[in-house]
């Protein structure tokens, strides 16, 4: 691992919750920064207890476990004024401060950016909402699958008559997270070659809307012709036959790109098939095609497809992902520990001089570093 990661001797103080600001304050840490979370006394962060399975890593949720390794925890009621008067003793010292309350809140306790500025004035702001600091849905809970809702994105995936169809995974959360990321790293150069701090914000909404700015941007420009999704091997809302999920007869198959006159003659599905409109006559093709793929198995293929240069891949489990040995060989795995606790997580996806930042160090208890209250950093 490379001696002095970029960050190293930056000061992040986090009073963000859940998951986007900590995980944009996650990705800070692996970059060297120390950032030190804020939680209430007595309860901490929420996650700590938002269990995704009835898997507990050190009485803990293998979430918080995930989000927040690698960092350190001051426990405070920052509804105590003396308890505020410590907090500020590290707002004075911080570097960035991150947070994710509704709008107002930190302005109410005292420590929204007007109030940091005074006693820190080249501080580098961080805000996440839900949908904007003002404006019609202000006040709406900021939460990831709400947010998914309202953006327009649940009617990208699936099949034409599978309604709205969420994503798997929290990704308006990771990727306001990792926006906040991108702007805070670029104040920090501003402060670093013009001597100012500053204030960045983002919202889930901004990034969802940013997910889909390639199909916003066709619809906008198109008359607003709603897109259609596939009936059948649906994947992608615009793009026309082969593309698509289709089952083999031992599992799944993606295909993505290759002239359809290819794909027609390796998997035998008709050479009429060639003379069809490729948008309009998206479901016949497809459901030719997914006939057909159902009669062999996905490595068979496989082979056919890599020889002919087409663009496809097998659909993998989590399973078939480590056993495949990728994450092993661009060593995004370790293992972090805190006393008995100890699990798997991933790595920072970058490499910095060659090689990939890493630490052992898990997810903090509540309060171990209340120390800092009293000395500072």
């Not at 990704?171 to 670093?192: E, I, N, Q, T």
């Not at 630490?359 to 509540?366: D, I, Q, T, V």
């Amino acid at each position: 691992m490379t001696e002095l990661l970029p960050l190293d001797g930056l000061k992040v103080l986090d009073f963000s919750q859940f998951l986007a600001g900590p995980y944009c304050a996650l990705k800070l840490a692996d970059l060297g920064a120390d950032v030190v979370k804020v939680e209430r006394t007595g309860l901490g962060d929420l996650s700590r207890y938002l269990y995704l399975t009835d898997t507990k890593i050190g009485g803990e949720s293998t979430i918080f476990h995930a989000i927040n390794r690698n960092k350190r925890s001051v426990a405070v009621d920052l509804k105590s004024d003396e308890d505020k008067a410590r907090l500020r003793k590290l707002v004075t010292d911080a570097d960035v401060i991150l947070q994710n309350f509704r709008p107002g809140v930190m302005e109410r306790l005292g420590f929204g950016y007007e109030d940091v500025k005074k006693i820190n004035p080249t501080v580098v702001y961080g805000t996440v909402t839900g949908y904007g600091s003002d404006g019609p849905w202000v006040n709406l809970p900021g939460q990831d699958l709400l947010a998914q809702a309202r953006s327009g994105v649940m009617w990208l995936s699936g099949g034409q008559d599978d309604g709205p169809v969420a994503m798997g995974l929290p990704v308006a959360d990771v990727l306001a997270g990792s926006a906040l990321a991108h702007g805070v790293l670029a104040l920090l150069y501003r402060r670093a070659t013009k001597g100012i701090g500053g204030y960045v914000e983002t919202s889930l909404i901004e990034v969802l809307a940013d997910l889909q700015f390639e199909l916003l941007t066709t619809w906008f420009n198109d008359g607003k012709r709603t897109p259609k999704r596939s009936k059948n091997n649906p994947a992608h809302a615009y793009l026309a036959a082969p593309y698509g999920v289709y089952e083999t007869a031992d599992g799944y198959i993606a295909i993505a790109m290759g002239k359809l006159e290819i794909v027609a003659q390796i998997t035998g599905i008709g050479t009429d098939v060639t003379t069809m409109d490729a948008f309009k006559q998206r479901d016949e093709i497809k459901a030719r095609l997914a006939a057909r793929l159902k009669t062999s198995s996905s490595a068979d293929w496989m082979e056919k497809f890599v020889a002919n240069d087409i663009w496809a891949a097998p659909v993998m489990d989590w399973d078939g992902v480590v056993e495949s040995g990728i994450l092993q060989n661009l060593d995004m795995v370790q293992d972090i520990r805190r006393g008995d606790v100890e699990m798997k997580t991933t790595k920072l996806p970058l490499r910095i001089d060659g090689c990939r930042p890493a630490s052992s160090k898990a997810a903090p208890e509540l309060g171990e570093a209340n120390d800092l209250l009293e000395s500072g950093w």
